[in-house]
């Protein structure tokens, strides 16, 4: 067990709550998320509508982002009269004998008649559990406003993709006496027992858990014995939620070990494995064509037609150089008027990928 004290946020609530086994991690506690990138501007959007008290005017050209900032302003409207006095991703944090717990909620507002925590989601709603993460930020927020005993505390979920806010109602008594057993049961740790589960996915001490040698060797058994005992549709269908929990646990670690290695046969070179077996690094090479010193020569062997079959343009990087070359403020506007004009030549499609996730609702039955 480490001496300092963890700081744990309350973003990892919901593993703490199930394992205790992050308690012996050297680290800060985070999570992050599956769908970060686009979370954290759905989430800046959100904030500076709030904060403005009106929608920002910013045009998204991706729509997905799009999607999820429509959402996030219906949200809002459809509770901003109960938030009377909204604050904004506050930083707070409260020292626990055990550990110090810090968060961000997205918004909270505290007033005599109620405490109201609101936490954005853009990810799925495959029967997250978010409970214990608002739990704890409204009991930062109590514990640092000890002079105001508001009458409720109104926890609540905007679900984004599904367009649906979860709440659930509690007293303050009740926060603090969650807060009090979660306390109890870290303080109470042996430092030797885990419980793995589907959470371990999420688990920021996943890399150096005792535990997960044995989550492995399930993770494998169960998987072998699909091989020895086929099975239909019908009779996995059940099963899949912790299955598929499984797979993704074993695809991390496979992720995880490939850079270790990696990383070792760069630091200490090839690695002899006895029997005549040696491990190195090996040099592929391809050759890059640098465009700005080969383009005469496209030019003078390819017309436009032929040389644009054999160009691609990266989205990221258009829109990067162009906001490079922005006056302060419009790169925003500047951005969605080159995709605005790409559009309207027909210069963008869309391909749709195929990928797996969990999601609360059947899709449409595709016609036979
Ligand atoms: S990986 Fe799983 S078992 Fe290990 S500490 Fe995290 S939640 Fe607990």
Known sequence: MPDTKLTIRCSALPILDKCMGMLGAEMTIDQSSEVAEIGTEVHAYAARMIREGQAPDTMFMDPEIGFLVNAARQAWE???????????????SFDLPKFLLSGHPDLYSLSASALRVLDFKSGYNAAAEVLPQLLGYAYLVLANHQEVRPGTVCLQVAWLRDRDIQDWTFSVAQVREW???????????????????????????????????????????????????????????????????????????????????????????????????????????????????????????????????????????????????????????????????????????????RFIQWTGEKPEEKEA
């Open 78 to 92: 459809s509770i901003r009269s109960d938030y009377t006095d909204p604050q904004v991703e506050q930083h707070i």
């Open 179 to 353: 807060m009090r057993d979660l306390h109890k049961r870290a303080a109470g740790w042996n430092g030797r027992d885990f419980t793995a589960g589907e959470h371990c996915r999420y688990c920021p001490r996943f890399h150096d858990c005792p535990a997960r040698s044995q989550l492995a060797r399930s993770a494998v058994v169960d998987l072998m014995a699909l091989d020895s005992a086929p099975k239909t549709r019908g009779e996995l269908a059940p099963r899949m939620p912790d299955l598929y929990a499984k797979v993704q646990l074993l695809e991390r670690l496979i992720a995880a070990f490939r850079d270790w290695l990696r990383e070792d046969l760069t630091k200490h070179g090839s690695m002899d494995c006895g029997g005549g077996k040696i491990l190195q690094l090996g040099t592929r090479e391809r050759a890059i064509l640098d465009v700005r010193r080969g383009w005469k020569i496209f030019r003078g062997a390819l017309d436009d037609d032929e040389l644009a079959d054999c160009l691609s343009i990266s989205k990221t990087a258009l829109l990067n150089a162009v906001a490079a070359k922005s006056m302060p403020r419009m790169k925003a506007k500047d951005k969605a008027a080159i995709m605005l004009a790409l559009e309207e030549a027909g210069a963008v499609t869309l391909r749709h990928e």
